[in-house]
């Protein structure tokens, strides 16, 4: 038998966000952002066509949910603050019913022995600021930092552990590449130009946050280990460097080193798509890193040389133009959400952390397995018996453990997520939570036998083999 146990104050939880578990009530002040418009311009996009008027309910049950959280073993929990609920144009007047909302919410996870990480945008734009560029404008920057100074002066004196951006590629890669997060652009320049705007808009308000806060800050990067086809190809090998690049260092880089990776910035100089800064803002980036790294892992990238010449256009670049993805032969899937599980790659990114960026405090902040249809796994006794996700936590520990046992300065585990929340366009399609949700009996809950098994793993800070 073999025994995982992790470090003294080890924070066991789970992460979601404001706009996938909060919902929509008549009355709430919340206004519109980018999710609740293109709900209603095409809600067809979205899975069984369930928006985010529907995301579980949490703004009414937020109660009864933090006491399921203490049931399943949480000493910590990351969620984030809706922009559009607490300054609901995105600049402008306050929603004092938001305020009451979060007040009561962070002082109820207080009172139950839960400590808050609170992230401020999780990919809810304002609509009235999308309007205007979105992150193409700097206009945005400005209402972010305005935002995140709000944040911090009304529950910076109970709330800990702040975070800027969760997985700000996303919204370069999803809104302005690849087409599944609005506005649906196909522009690598935008692209560049949003990534850049939210790396400085992440450091100005970790600036803001260090004049007048004594907790910590930091960022919420999806970390997606790339890996050649073959580490002895110099080819491959280089491919995989350039799309690490891309979707990683660009945003590690500048959160930990202050700056960006060199062989990003020669290619996009090579596009003359160099992004519109000036100085003072590199100097920002430069002197505002972050204190502690939130680090998501669902599955890794696979990379190989491309196999034609690079084929882009003038008009439409695209990082793939650097490199092909492989398709390793007998990998391991979650077939409802079409992802490699290949649970050494969490091992791989701590290691590449202690080793390549200081050893920062860091904590797993999501990781977590999407099941399409789990009421086939109710029992007698209606609980979904979820061996699949409690296997899958295992595995991912298992390496974790022996990273920190090789010196990885990582201080937790955050599951994604605690319920089963909305999912952008996806919506409720996979079910990720401890919890399950039943939105046809008003987001009704019940604990999963994961969360009965996750209570465990936090009671005895790990678990046996």
């Excluded at 969620?79 to 919410?105: C, E, H, M």
């Amino acid at each position: 038998m073999t025994v995982y146990r992790f470090p003294k104050d080890f924070f066991w939880g789970s992460a979601s966000s404001g706009p996938q578990t909060e919902g929509r009530f008549n009355n709430d002040g919340k206004g519109d952002n980018i999710w609740d418009y293109w709900y209603r311009q095409e809600p067809d996009k979205f899975f069984n066509q369930v928006g985010p008027d529907k995301a579980s309910y949490g703004y009414i049950h937020y109660k009864e949910d933090i006491q399921l959280m203490k049931k399943t073993g949480h000493n910590s929990f990351r969620t984030s603050i809706q922009w559009s609920r607490l300054i609901p144009d995105g600049v402008g007047s306050i929603n004092q019913k938001a305020v009451a909302f979060y007040n009561d919410f962070i002082d109820e996870l207080i009172a139950n022995g839960i400590e808050p990480f609170i992230n401020l945008y999780h990919f809810d734009m304002p609509v009235a600021l999308q309007e205007e560029g979105g992150w193409l404008s700097r206009k945005t920057i400005d209402a972010y930092v305005y935002f995140a100074q709000t944040c911090f002066q009304l529950f910076g004196d109970r709330v800990k552990y702040w975070f800027t951006h969760n997985e700000p590629i996303v919204p370069a890669e999803g809104g302005y590449l690849y087409q599944f997060h609005y506005p649906n652009e196909q522009n690598l320049k935008h692209a560049v130009q949003v990534a850049f705007n939210e790396a400085l808009a992440s450091a100005r308000a970790i600036e803001k946050y260090h004049q007048t806060q004594d907790g910590k800050i930091g960022i919420i990067l999806n970390v997606t280990p790339t890996y050649p086809r073959d580490k002895n190809n110099p080819e491959d090998v280089k491919a995989a460097s350039i799309a690490d690049a891309f979707f990683n260092r660009s945003f590690l880089d500048p959160a930990i080193k202050g700056q960006f990776p060199k062989d990003l910035v020669t290619i996009i100089k090579e596009l003359d798509m160099i992004p519109h800064h000036t100085a003072a803002d590199l100097e920002v980036i430069s002197k505002n890193t972050i204190d502690f790294l939130g680090v998501n892992y669902y599955q890794p990238r696979r990379v190989q040389a491309k196999e034609k010449a690079i084929g882009k256009t003038a008009n439409q670049p695209m990082p793939e133009d650097y490199f092909d993805y492989y398709d390793m032969p007998g990998k391991k899937m979650n077939p409802y959400r079409g992802w490699e599980i290949y649970e050494k790659g969490i091992y791989d990114i701590m290691i590449t952390i202690r080793d390549d960026y200081g050893n920062i405090p860091c904590f797993i902040s999501e990781n977590g397995m999407g099941v399409e249809g789990e009421e086939r796994y109710v029992n007698k006794d209606g609980q979904i018996e979820d061996d699949y996700r409690i296997e899958f936590i295992k595995g991912h520990l298992r390496y974790l453990h022996q990273a920190i046992e090789e010196g990885a300065n990582c201080l937790g585990y955050h599951l994604w997520t605690f319920m089963d929340n909305w999912s952008w366009t996806n919506a409720y399609k996979n079910r990720y939570g401890l919890i399950a949700v039943n939105l046809d009996k008003q987001g009704e809950r019940t604990i999963k036998k994961s969360g009965y098994f996750f209570k465990e793993l936090s009671k005895y800070n790990g678990f046996e083999d």
